[in-house]
């Protein structure tokens, strides 16, 4: 197995330590949450930090709750927090079916949301489900908080819009009544990163859509979601022709690369059939049916 | 200590355990369970040292300069090793299981991306990564030869340079069976179809990855090396002969061995390296690999590009097959099969079936890849047969519109033919295979399956029922034909009695998780009647074990399994006759029952064999020509292979939407004869099943158009876990061997063998309504969705 | 660095380089072999451990990281001689072969039972997903946790099945 470079520990007692330990250390510092971003890097020798500052002993970061009428939760909930929480699942399905398909039982013990944000893979699951929601990111310097949208906290692949010695304390989901939502991800095997995966959330009223966001990972959908597909169809009732032109939508409106999990044309079509299916999926999910 | 009265053999031991064959809970359980183990890493010596290998980041280049000065420097260092100091020893180069010569460590030029340039011996682990980050190498990089089929282009680059005369990358051509009449047969067939198929380069990836610890004693001169290796006492002999260290002064030791699967046959570059670095530093060396190493430069397996064509009535009978074969063999020539078959075991690709004529032409080829190609339970080439001939019978089925069971059925040997010489020199020993195939049928439900199948397509649904029909031959071998490196595949054997009637086994062979302490203590106690609590089996180190070649190959029942009951066969002869000498009676006169010989007629005048154990070691005066004690000594010669077979059924559901597959059900019948734990048994073929969905569904090692690896980490090459695979669902029949002492034939690798043309056949025949005659494994959701739309993808070539 | 943390219930201390993985202090520096590594990229499991009560992969911790924390090995299923039913059942169902993925998936079997005792089948291979087994194939891996299920007290051995 490989092993890492050497480098200094330093270990976070407070969100302030940590904010302080990063602007003593600089950029060569980096926050280690989960660490299964990180260290699989260190190991390889991808990623050299001079100093990793822990930041494990936060609890004041671990949390689920709802609180001014927002799913608010910690950067530093698990993914197995998040996939076990009976509140996430009351509101939002969607993280649910999301985390079910991230990585692995003992891998979701110890990642976490905030580590998956900030990684920014561009095949990053919980990317595609904070767009889709349109969640709210705060973020922390020691001078005090500011808020960047899920839509425009991704800046290009593995770069986010964090600034030096910031950090990423919550992620914020309006609670919509009457909303419904769902994920899929197609895989070439459990436990490994998305060939694509869709995730939406609509509300439904008066039989039309009255709110809906779409999201979409690994297939270089600008910002990890939809507008085109999603501003197509509001206002429109969910018919199964009106769903499948979304979807169209939204394919188009990627750019896949081709890899090893498969070519252009293969991902862009799954990307136009899984958002078809997650929109379907919400729409059964609210007419109970689901 | 005589019996006093008759009591008749019980058929559980003490313990509980069965005397004989049965479902014995195994030994060697209670440390693995406690995590106390002895794996290679696990273990450690005084003054131990680190070795870490520098590798080659490029396909193939020229060294321009190694500088290893600052590596040197490092405080934690005490050697560094490269090709040059290799070179001074005239150890630069070794030689490979099939004449060819590899690399310890590069001088001239790199040859495969991950090929070994530099070795650091370090106090610990880390320090010794450190420094293979101070070796400063300068490549100059040279065109890549990645694609096979390109590898016999004119002007292509050249990649054994190394050695004087070659011009080109052609290795061998091989041809078995018969050109002339297959292509008369083929000229009068009423159908003639031909299909490529790609076997991709996969890599049998046990958990374990390889390594070893080099000891090299200065004071006496003896070389201890402890290995993660399948076959110690052929190691044993190749270092004596490559290092010129007396062979008496080597000893070998495997310890346990966390999966084999063909990964630990042959020595590896690092293995040497460790010597060296012991003889160098007078220190232990441990070298352990990482997993992009065990991936990217140990023994891949597969890797052949097939064609076949077959040949057939209009009603579906199989008259003629032909194969056209390229075989990517990497960089060097290092496959490890039995010497004369540069091909393995292909030419058993005629199957199970009864066939007019067959011609088979296999051409092997260099590239700027690892070498290797033997390798993950593949009985020597048979998994590339296995997968030729099954795929091409359900090409035929799909061409004739035949059902692929039904067809089979028309095709396949019947018993009145056993043994049956098959058209390519196989003698297959025993089988009864319309009978295994109808089991499966049954188990699976087939006739439901396929009204199943048809309801579903009427509505879109896409379902595959997959059937998958192979002939193995496995336990090489007689030595007259089959050796390696010229020593021939006959094993030896050991089996002592102590005076107290407790038993110690020694055996060639070598454990990698088949259970080999228990299986075997089961074959004395089937033939001696003694508890199999009271045998110990000793493998794994050449100092107390006799000469043997090893575990692979399915051989360790078929040769090994059989030297041990020919063993304590004469250890029961030998019983009679001192039986005799203490009851003075006629050994003609003695009957026997498991555990004990008695006198016809009067039970109660008997000796147990514990009995005899004490009488041989004592004072009794023994007869004319009988030596004492209780021992016997075999080395098993083995007349032929022994041909175990089975039929597979697979079932998938298809997304049309997304191409995933999902492997609903999966039926598997195997046939080795008697099973000496039925519980192992099952255990082997549940593994192989897996390698099955593994292979087929998303298993390769490809390479980019530079010759860079893509699959040398688990991220890439993927296996399948729980939830890909089924709840598999075994049956049996039995059909004995004629000509082994149990009747017994191998079956480590048959479901390796089996499962892949099953599955892939499952997935074709769900895509029929798409017309999909062919896709090539792995079938990812991607493939599979590709195929759909009509442009099936190469999969060896790898897309950056 | 010094590190503290309890392991099977006991304290132990190290000296270590902050960048030594958990996974080769627990081996190395410990001498607790059970728990094992096979990759490079997190993906098989053979170095699952409990890290406060919970599966964890220990090459991808810190041994820095576990200072103060709680950690749990295959070493200490055993209880004064006693197997833990889950050992048992993997023994009764040949749920191991070469035993090397063994530990790891022994462990998770325990959380897994320790928070649901009657898991189904597709329970069972969930739990399991993140662990690679190249032996068994898994099917008797899931048996042997139903084995365990069935049998929380570990039932003494039963009585082998014979065939003659």
């Known amino acids: 197995m490989q092993t890492p470079a050497p480098v200094d520990y330093a270990r976070a007692t407070s969100i302030d330590h940590a904010l302080q330990l990063m602007e003593e250390r600089g950029t060569d510092a980096r926050l280690i949450a989960g660490g299964h971003s990180l260290i699989p890097m260190m190991r390889l020798r991808i990623a050299r930090p001079e100093c990793v500052i822990d930041i494990n002993d936060l609890a004041e970061l671990d949390y689920i709750r709802v609180e001014e009428g927002e799913l608010r939760i910690g950067a530093m909930t698990r993914h197995a927090a998040l996939l076990a929480s009976p509140v996430v699942g009351e509101h939002y399905a969607i993280f649910h079916d999301a985390e079910r398909r991230i990585a692995d039982p003992p891998v979701r013990n110890r990642g976490t949301i905030g580590g998956s944000l900030c990684q920014g893979d561009p095949a990053e699951d919980l990317a595609a489900v904070a767009s889709a929601l349109r969640a709210d990111l705060v973020l922390r310097t020691s001078q005090g908080t500011r808020t960047v949208p899920a839509r425009e906290f991704h800046l290009g692949p593995y770069e986010t819009a964090i600034d030096d010695a910031e950090m990423l304390t919550e992620i914020r989901v309006p609670i919509r009544p009457g909303v419904s939502s769902a994920y899929e991800k197609v895989k070439r095997r459990a436990g490994d990163w998305a060939v694509a995966s869709a995730g939406a959330y609509l509300v439904l009223r008066d039989g039309v859509v009255a709110d809906v966001g779409i999201g979409l990972t690994a297939v270089g959908a600008p910002h990890f979601c939809a507008e085109s597909a999603e501003v197509y169809l509001l206002g429109k009732a969910p018919t199964e022709e009106h769903l499948r032109a979304t979807s169209q939508l939204a394919a188009d409106a990627c750019t896949p690369r081709a890899d090893q999990r498969g070519p252009v044309e293969y991902k862009r079509h799954l990307a136009g059939e899984l958002t078809l299916r997650v929109l379907r999926r919400s729409i059964e999910r609210a007419e109970g049916s689901a | 200590m005589t019996t006093t009265g008759h009591h008749p053999p019980s058929t559980t031991s003490p313990a509980g355990n069965p005397m004989g064959f049965g479902r014995m809970l195994r030994k060697e359980d209670a440390r693995f369970l406690r995590g106390q183990g002895h794996f290679l890493d696990d273990l450690s010596m005084p003054g131990m040292l680190h070795a870490a290998i520098l590798r080659s980041p490029v396909a193939h280049a020229r060294i321009a300069s190694i500088d290893t000065s600052e590596a040197e420097a490092h405080p934690k260092v005490k050697a560094v090793i490269t090709g040059a100091v290799l070179e001074s020893l005239n150890l630069a180069w070794m030689p490979t299981l099939s004449a060819d010569v590899q690399a310890v460590l590069a001088t001239d030029k790199v040859r495969f991306q991950g090929q070994e340039v530099a070795m650091v011996i370090a106090e610990d682990r880390y320090a010794a990564r450190d420094a293979l980050e101070l070796i400063d190498v300068d490549y100059d990089v040279l065109p890549a030869v990645v694609d096979a089929r390109r590898a016999m282009d004119p002007g292509a680059p050249v990649i054994r340079d190394d050695v004087e005369g070659r011009t080109d990358n052609h290795i061998f051509d091989w041809e078995a069976g018969d050109k002339a009449k297959a292509d008369e047969v083929f000229a009068r067939a009423d159908v003639v179809v031909s299909q490529e198929m790609l076997y991709p380069r996969s890599h049998p990836a046990p958990m374990e990855t390889c390594g070893t610890i080099a000891s090299m004693d200065r004071v006496t001169g003896k070389l201890t090396v402890w290995s993660t290796n399948q076959a110690p006492h052929a190691h044993r002999t190749i270092y004596a002969l490559v290092a010129g260290i007396p062979e008496h002064n080597i000893q070998i030791i495997s310890p346990d061995i966390g999966g084999g699967f063909g990964n630990k046959v042959g020595i590896y570059p690092g293995y040497v390296l460790a010597v060296v670095g012991s003889i160098i530093t007078g220190k232990p060396v441990k070298w352990v690999e990482d997993r992009s190493e065990n991936l990217m430069s140990t023994s891949f397996a597969r890797d052949y590009h097939m064609r076949g064509e077959i040949a057939a009535t209009r009603e579906g009978r199989i008259t003629g097959l032909r194969v056209d074969v390229l075989a990517d063999h990497g960089a060097f020539n290092g496959t490890a099969q039995p010497s004369k078959f540069p091909a393995g075991f292909f030419h058993i690709f005629t199957g199970s079936y009864d066939l007019e004529a067959a011609h088979c032409k296999v051409s092997g080829v260099y590239t700027n890849k690892a070498p290797g190609g033997v390798a993950y339970a593949c009985s020597f080439r048979i998994t590339e047969a296995v997968y030729l001939v099954e795929r091409m019978v359900d090409v035929l089925a799909d061409e004739l519109d035949i059902d692929p069971a039904e067809l089979r059925l028309r095709n396949l040997l019947t018993p009145e033919q056993f043994p049956y010489t098959t058209m390519t020199g196989w003698e297959y020993d025993s089988g009864d295979y319309p009978r295994t195939l109808r089991k499966a049928m049954e188990m699976a439900g087939y006739d439901e399956l396929r009204r199943e199948q048809a309801e579903k397509r009427e509505r879109g649904e896409l379902m595959g029922i997959g059937v998958s029909f192979f002939t193995e031959g496995v336990g090489a071998g007689p030595r007259k034909h089959m050796d390696i490196l010229g020593l021939g595949m006959a094993d030896g054997c050991e089996l002592r009695l102590h005076p107290t009637g407790k038993a110690q086994l020694r055996i060639s062979v070598q454990t990698q998780g088949q259970g080999h302490e228990t299986t075997f203590a089961q074959i004395v106690a089937h033939e001696l009647g003694i508890p199999p609590e009271d045998v110990d089996v000793i493998h794994g180190d050449t100092s107390n074990t006799p000469f043997g070649l090893g575990t692979y190959g399915s051989r360790s029942t078929p040769v090994s399994g059989a030297a041990a009951a020919i063993a304590a066969q004469r250890i029961r002869d030998k019983a009679r006759v001192i039986t005799a000498a203490a009851i003075e009676c006629d050994p003609a006169d003695l009957e026997w029952e498991p555990g004990r010989w008695y006198v016809k007629g009067d039970p109660s005048q008997g000796r147990t064999v514990q009995e005899v154990a004490m009488l041989s070691h004592g004072t009794l005066e023994l007869p004319e020509g009988v030596e004492g004690h209780l021992d016997a000594s075999v080395v098993y010669d083995p007349p032929n292979l022994t041909y175990p077979f089975g039929a597979y059924i697979c079932v998938v559901d298809v997304d049309p939407g997304t191409g995933e597959v999902k492997v609903r059900r999966f039926i598997a019948v195997d046939d080795c004869g008697p099973r000496i734990n039925p519980m192992i048994v099952e255990g082997q073929v549940h593994g192989g099943l897996a390698d099955g969905v593994g292979m087929a569904l998303m298993q390769v090692i490809a390479f980019d158009e530079d010759g860079n690896c893509v699959g040398g980490s688990f991220m890439d090459y993927l296996l399948p876990t729980s939830l890909e695979c089924p709840s598999w669902e075994l049956g049996e029949t039995v059909t004995p061997s004629p000509h082994h002492p149990l009747g017994c034939k191998g079956v480590g690798e048959s479901a390796t063998v089996g499962s892949p043309p099953a599955v892939v056949n499952a997935v074709i025949d769900a895509l029929a309504p798409f017309g999909v005659r062919h896709a090539d494994m792995p079938l990812t959701p991607a493939n599979v969705w590709m195929a759909m739309q009509g442009h099936p993808v190469r999969t060896d070539l790898a897309v950056r | ?164």
């Open chain 3, 1 to 164: 660095m010094q590190v503290t943390m309890r392991v099977n219930g006991a304290e132990v201390h190290g000296d270590v380089e902050p960048r030594l993985l958990l996974v080769h202090f627990i081996r190395e520096h410990l001498g607790l072999t059970g728990t094992h590594w096979g990759c490079d990229t997190s993906q098989c499991g053979t170095c699952v451990l409990w890290l406060d009560g919970e599966p964890v992969k220990s090459c991808t911790v810190l041994a820095a990281m576990a200072d103060g924390h709680e950690v749990r090995t295959v070493e200490d299923l055993e209880v004064d001689g006693e197997l833990d039913p889950v050992q048992k059942g993997f023994m009764e169902k040949h749920g191991l072969q070469c035993g090397f993925c063994t530990p790891g998936m022994m462990m998770t079997a325990r959380w897994l039972l320790d928070h649901n005792p009657d898991p189904d089948e597709d329970t069972i291979r969930e739990a399991i997903s993140g662990q690679i087994c190249r032996c068994t194939g898994y099917e008797n891996i899931v048996r042997a946790v139903r084995w365990a299920a069935e049998h929380p007290a570990g039932a003494p051995q039963k009585e082998q099945e014979v065939e003659a």
